[in-house]
Protein backbone atom coordinates (compact mmCIF):
# COMPACT_ATOMS: atom_id res chain seq x y z
CA UNK A 1 0.00 0.00 0.00
CA UNK A 2 1.70 2.92 -1.27
CA UNK A 3 0.21 5.95 0.86
CA UNK A 4 1.99 8.96 2.15
CA UNK A 5 1.79 7.52 5.79
CA UNK A 6 0.86 4.27 7.16
CA UNK A 7 0.06 4.40 11.30
CA UNK A 8 0.98 1.18 13.41
CA UNK A 9 0.02 -0.17 16.17
CA UNK A 10 2.55 -1.96 18.95
CA UNK A 11 0.76 -5.00 17.38
CA UNK A 12 1.58 -3.72 13.43
CA UNK A 13 -2.24 -3.28 13.18
CA UNK A 14 -2.81 -0.62 10.59
CA UNK A 15 -4.28 2.43 12.35
CA UNK A 16 -4.57 4.73 9.81
CA UNK A 17 -3.79 5.66 6.37
CA UNK A 18 -2.85 9.20 5.02
CA UNK A 19 -2.50 10.63 1.97
CA UNK A 20 -1.45 14.41 1.87
CA UNK A 21 -2.02 17.11 -0.63
CA UNK A 22 0.05 20.48 -0.98
CA UNK A 23 -1.92 23.92 -1.71
CA UNK A 24 -3.19 22.53 -4.74
CA UNK A 25 -6.27 23.71 -6.53
CA UNK A 26 -9.57 21.52 -7.36
CA UNK A 27 -8.35 19.15 -10.06
CA UNK A 28 -5.72 18.06 -7.27
CA UNK A 29 -7.93 17.97 -4.04
CA UNK A 30 -10.36 15.53 -6.33
CA UNK A 31 -7.01 13.52 -7.15
CA UNK A 32 -6.34 13.54 -3.38
CA UNK A 33 -9.84 12.49 -2.65
CA UNK A 34 -9.74 9.47 -5.26
CA UNK A 35 -6.55 8.18 -4.14
CA UNK A 36 -8.00 8.00 -0.26
CA UNK A 37 -10.86 6.11 -1.85
CA UNK A 38 -8.45 3.68 -3.63
CA UNK A 39 -6.73 3.08 0.07
CA UNK A 40 -10.93 2.54 1.15
CA UNK A 41 -10.80 -0.42 -1.08
CA UNK A 42 -6.78 -1.76 -0.80
CA UNK A 43 -7.39 -1.57 3.58
CA UNK A 44 -10.26 -4.47 3.37
CA UNK A 45 -8.13 -6.62 0.96
CA UNK A 46 -5.41 -6.32 4.19
CA UNK A 47 -6.37 -8.27 7.08
CA UNK A 48 -4.09 -5.78 9.47
CA UNK A 49 -5.58 -2.68 7.56
CA UNK A 50 -9.28 -3.13 7.73
CA UNK A 51 -10.06 -1.47 10.56
CA UNK A 52 -7.66 1.52 9.70
CA UNK A 53 -8.95 5.16 8.97
CA UNK A 54 -8.49 6.64 5.88
CA UNK A 55 -7.19 10.59 5.96
CA UNK A 56 -6.81 13.20 3.77
CA UNK A 57 -4.45 16.00 5.14
CA UNK A 58 -4.36 19.47 2.97
CA UNK A 59 -3.60 23.08 3.74
CA UNK A 60 -6.17 25.16 5.77
CA UNK A 61 -5.88 27.55 2.10
CA UNK A 62 -7.77 24.61 0.69
CA UNK A 63 -10.32 24.60 2.83
CA UNK A 64 -13.22 26.31 0.73
CA UNK A 65 -12.43 23.97 -2.10
CA UNK A 66 -13.64 21.30 -0.65
CA UNK A 67 -17.12 22.67 -0.15
CA UNK A 68 -17.09 22.07 -4.21
CA UNK A 69 -16.70 18.36 -3.37
CA UNK A 70 -18.65 15.10 -2.15
CA UNK A 71 -15.93 13.28 0.02
CA UNK A 72 -17.32 10.02 0.87
CA UNK A 73 -18.07 9.53 4.53
CA UNK A 74 -15.29 6.92 5.19
CA UNK A 75 -12.32 9.88 4.71
CA UNK A 76 -11.87 12.22 7.27
CA UNK A 77 -10.26 15.26 6.12
CA UNK A 78 -7.97 17.15 7.95
CA UNK A 79 -6.62 20.80 7.34
CA UNK A 80 -3.04 22.29 8.54
CA UNK A 81 -2.26 25.47 9.83
CA UNK A 82 0.93 27.35 8.88
CA UNK A 83 2.22 26.93 13.22
CA UNK A 84 1.84 23.27 12.71
CA UNK A 85 -1.82 22.95 14.06
CA UNK A 86 -4.46 19.96 12.83
CA UNK A 87 -8.15 20.17 12.67
CA UNK A 88 -10.38 17.91 11.12
CA UNK A 89 -12.81 19.25 8.83
CA UNK A 90 -16.32 20.00 10.09
CA UNK A 91 -19.40 18.24 7.52
CA UNK A 92 -22.00 20.40 6.91
CA UNK A 93 -25.63 19.90 5.38
CA UNK A 94 -26.22 21.56 2.62
CA UNK A 95 -27.61 25.18 3.67
CA UNK A 96 -26.73 24.55 7.34
CA UNK A 97 -23.34 26.40 8.32
CA UNK A 98 -22.04 24.78 11.43
CA UNK A 99 -19.46 27.70 13.18
CA UNK A 100 -17.12 26.14 15.07
CA UNK A 101 -15.92 27.58 18.86
CA UNK A 102 -12.25 26.97 19.86
CA UNK A 103 -11.15 27.36 23.49
CA UNK A 104 -7.95 29.15 24.64
CA UNK A 105 -5.00 26.73 24.55
CA UNK A 106 -6.48 24.16 22.92
CA UNK A 107 -4.99 22.25 19.51
CA UNK A 108 -4.81 18.38 18.52
CA UNK A 109 -4.09 15.91 20.55
CA UNK A 110 -4.21 12.19 19.91
CA UNK A 111 -3.45 8.70 21.60
CA UNK A 112 -0.63 10.43 23.41
CA UNK A 113 0.19 10.89 27.20
CA UNK A 114 2.35 12.96 29.46
CA UNK A 115 4.93 10.57 29.57
CA UNK A 116 4.99 9.63 26.17
CA UNK A 117 5.89 13.61 25.38
CA UNK A 118 9.00 13.31 27.81
CA UNK A 119 10.41 10.47 25.75
CA UNK A 120 10.06 12.39 22.72
CA UNK A 121 11.19 14.80 23.94
CA UNK A 122 14.29 12.88 25.40
CA UNK A 123 14.51 11.78 21.83
CA UNK A 124 14.28 14.57 19.91
CA UNK A 125 17.09 16.72 22.33
CA UNK A 126 19.93 13.57 21.87
CA UNK A 127 19.21 13.72 17.40
CA UNK A 128 19.43 17.25 18.14
CA UNK A 129 23.09 17.16 19.34
CA UNK A 130 24.19 14.53 17.06
CA UNK A 131 22.93 16.01 13.53
CA UNK A 132 23.47 19.49 12.05
CA UNK A 133 20.34 21.17 10.32
CA UNK A 134 17.03 19.42 10.25
CA UNK A 135 16.30 16.55 12.23
CA UNK A 136 14.19 14.44 9.83
CA UNK A 137 11.30 12.98 10.92
CA UNK A 138 11.78 9.44 9.91
CA UNK A 139 15.00 9.60 11.77
CA UNK A 140 12.33 10.40 15.14
CA UNK A 141 9.92 7.83 13.81
CA UNK A 142 12.46 4.63 13.78
CA UNK A 143 13.49 5.80 17.08
CA UNK A 144 10.41 5.78 19.19
CA UNK A 145 10.04 2.12 17.27
CA UNK A 146 13.02 0.93 19.01
CA UNK A 147 12.69 2.35 22.13
CA UNK A 148 9.33 3.41 22.59
CA UNK A 149 7.05 0.41 20.50
CA UNK A 150 4.03 0.76 22.43
CA UNK A 151 3.89 4.41 21.44
CA UNK A 152 0.62 4.85 18.88
CA UNK A 153 1.94 5.59 15.13
CA UNK A 154 5.56 5.96 16.77
CA UNK A 155 4.53 9.50 17.90
CA UNK A 156 3.80 10.80 14.67
CA UNK A 157 0.80 12.81 16.76
CA UNK A 158 2.98 13.66 19.41
CA UNK A 159 5.35 15.69 16.94
CA UNK A 160 1.87 17.45 15.85
CA UNK A 161 0.69 18.34 19.62
CA UNK A 162 4.86 19.33 19.89
CA UNK A 163 4.71 21.57 17.24
CA UNK A 164 0.83 22.90 18.36
CA UNK A 165 2.57 23.75 21.61
CA UNK A 166 5.62 25.82 20.01
CA UNK A 167 7.68 22.94 21.38
CA UNK A 168 9.23 21.64 18.06
CA UNK A 169 10.53 23.91 14.94
CA UNK A 170 9.95 23.23 11.31
CA UNK A 171 12.98 21.81 11.44
CA UNK A 172 11.98 19.13 14.47
CA UNK A 173 14.50 20.74 16.53
CA UNK A 174 13.45 21.80 19.97
CA UNK A 175 12.87 25.53 20.19
CA UNK A 176 13.47 28.00 23.57
CA UNK A 177 10.24 26.72 25.26
CA UNK A 178 11.30 22.61 23.75
CA UNK A 179 14.51 22.66 25.77
CA UNK A 180 12.91 24.41 28.91
CA UNK A 181 10.82 21.07 29.09
CA UNK A 182 13.78 19.18 28.21
CA UNK A 183 15.70 20.87 31.44
CA UNK A 184 11.84 19.78 33.68
CA UNK A 185 12.40 15.90 32.59
CA UNK A 186 16.61 16.28 33.86
CA UNK A 187 15.33 18.18 37.08
CA UNK A 188 12.19 16.25 38.20
CA UNK A 189 9.35 13.86 36.20
CA UNK A 190 7.02 15.98 39.07
CA UNK A 191 8.04 19.24 36.87
CA UNK A 192 7.81 17.78 33.96
CA UNK A 193 4.06 17.22 34.80
CA UNK A 194 3.19 20.24 36.36
CA UNK A 195 4.18 22.21 32.74
CA UNK A 196 2.17 19.45 31.17
CA UNK A 197 -0.78 19.85 32.95
CA UNK A 198 -1.11 23.36 32.69
CA UNK A 199 -0.84 23.02 29.14
CA UNK A 200 -3.59 20.46 28.76
CA UNK A 201 -5.91 21.83 31.71
CA UNK A 202 -8.51 23.30 29.19
CA UNK A 203 -8.74 19.80 27.95
CA UNK A 204 -9.04 17.77 31.25
CA UNK A 205 -11.09 20.56 33.01
CA UNK A 206 -13.88 20.29 30.25
CA UNK A 207 -14.08 16.74 30.17
CA UNK A 208 -14.09 16.46 34.46
CA UNK A 209 -16.73 18.75 34.25
CA UNK A 210 -18.70 16.89 31.45
CA UNK A 211 -18.42 14.32 33.56
CA UNK A 212 -19.95 15.38 36.78
CA UNK A 213 -23.07 16.93 34.70
CA UNK A 214 -23.27 13.41 33.00
CA UNK A 215 -23.31 11.90 36.46
CA UNK A 216 -25.44 14.29 37.69
CA UNK A 217 -28.23 13.27 34.57
CA UNK A 218 -28.24 9.33 35.05
CA UNK A 219 -28.07 9.96 38.76
CA UNK A 220 -24.61 8.57 39.55
CA UNK A 221 -22.39 9.17 41.86
CA UNK A 222 -18.58 10.44 41.61
CA UNK A 223 -17.61 6.90 42.29
CA UNK A 224 -19.44 4.82 39.77
CA UNK A 225 -20.06 7.28 36.87
CA UNK A 226 -21.68 5.15 33.88
CA UNK A 227 -20.41 6.61 30.51
CA UNK A 228 -18.87 7.01 26.54
CA UNK A 229 -16.05 9.19 24.63
CA UNK A 230 -19.39 10.49 22.60
CA UNK A 231 -21.25 11.15 25.58
CA UNK A 232 -18.79 13.48 27.31
CA UNK A 233 -17.92 14.92 23.69
CA UNK A 234 -21.11 15.89 23.39
CA UNK A 235 -21.75 17.33 26.70
CA UNK A 236 -19.20 19.67 26.29
CA UNK A 237 -20.54 20.86 23.33
CA UNK A 238 -24.00 21.35 24.62
CA UNK A 239 -22.53 23.28 27.82
CA UNK A 240 -20.62 25.73 25.54
CA UNK A 241 -23.97 25.77 23.19
CA UNK A 242 -21.84 25.01 19.72
CA UNK A 243 -19.87 22.36 18.04
CA UNK A 244 -16.26 22.85 20.26
CA UNK A 245 -13.13 22.46 18.00
CA UNK A 246 -11.17 19.10 19.11
CA UNK A 247 -13.36 18.24 21.56
CA UNK A 248 -16.62 17.16 19.99
CA UNK A 249 -14.25 14.25 18.69
CA UNK A 250 -14.51 11.40 20.56
CA UNK A 251 -11.15 10.66 19.59
CA UNK A 252 -9.87 14.00 21.48
CA UNK A 253 -11.71 12.84 24.85
CA UNK A 254 -10.16 9.45 24.56
CA UNK A 255 -6.70 10.92 25.52
CA UNK A 256 -7.92 13.12 27.37
CA UNK A 257 -9.32 10.59 29.70
CA UNK A 258 -5.88 8.64 29.29
CA UNK A 259 -4.17 11.76 30.35
CA UNK A 260 -6.30 11.82 33.45
CA UNK A 261 -6.02 8.35 34.31
CA UNK A 262 -2.64 8.25 34.04
CA UNK A 263 -2.55 11.84 36.19
CA UNK A 264 -4.72 9.26 39.00
CA UNK A 265 -7.84 11.83 38.54
CA UNK A 266 -9.63 9.08 37.38
CA UNK A 267 -9.89 5.01 37.65
CA UNK A 268 -11.46 2.57 35.38
CA UNK A 269 -14.18 -0.62 36.94
CA UNK A 270 -15.74 -2.89 34.95
CA UNK A 271 -17.94 -0.80 33.13
CA UNK A 272 -17.79 2.68 34.86
CA UNK A 273 -15.26 5.23 36.29
CA UNK A 274 -14.63 6.68 39.58
CA UNK A 275 -13.82 10.92 39.34
CA UNK A 276 -10.73 11.13 42.03
CA UNK A 277 -9.34 14.70 41.38
CA UNK A 278 -7.39 16.99 39.43
CA UNK A 279 -4.02 17.71 39.80
CA UNK A 280 -3.35 21.25 38.66
CA UNK A 281 0.05 23.25 38.93
CA UNK A 282 -1.51 26.61 40.23
CA UNK A 283 -4.43 25.66 42.52
CA UNK A 284 -3.48 22.04 43.89
CA UNK A 285 0.06 21.35 45.49
CA UNK A 286 1.74 17.91 44.03
CA UNK A 287 2.52 16.28 46.92
CA UNK A 288 -1.27 17.06 48.36
CA UNK A 289 -2.58 14.41 46.13
CA UNK A 290 0.17 11.81 46.10
CA UNK A 291 -1.06 9.38 48.42
CA UNK A 292 -4.43 9.64 47.21
Known amino acids: MEADLVGYDSSSEIVYIVECKGSVGLNGITQGIGQAY???????LNERGKDASVLLVCPKDTEDTFTE????????????TPDGN???????????????????????????????????????????????????????I????????????????????????GALDARNRLTPK???LFGLIEKRNESFRREFCDYLYCFLIN???????????????LMSIYWSYQEIADKICEVWGQTVRFMYDARTISTAMRILHELGAVEYTDSAITLKRLIHATYLPWEAVKGG
Open 38 to 44: QYLHQKR
Open 69 to 80: LHVPDEIKVFFT
Open 86 to 140: LYERVRRKQGTPTIELQLPNTFYIRDCEIDHFKDLITIIEELGRKTRGPVTQGAI
Open 142 to 165: NQVQKRRPKIAAAGYNHLITLRSL
Open 178 to 180: GYH
Open 207 to 221: VMNALVLIANDKNNT
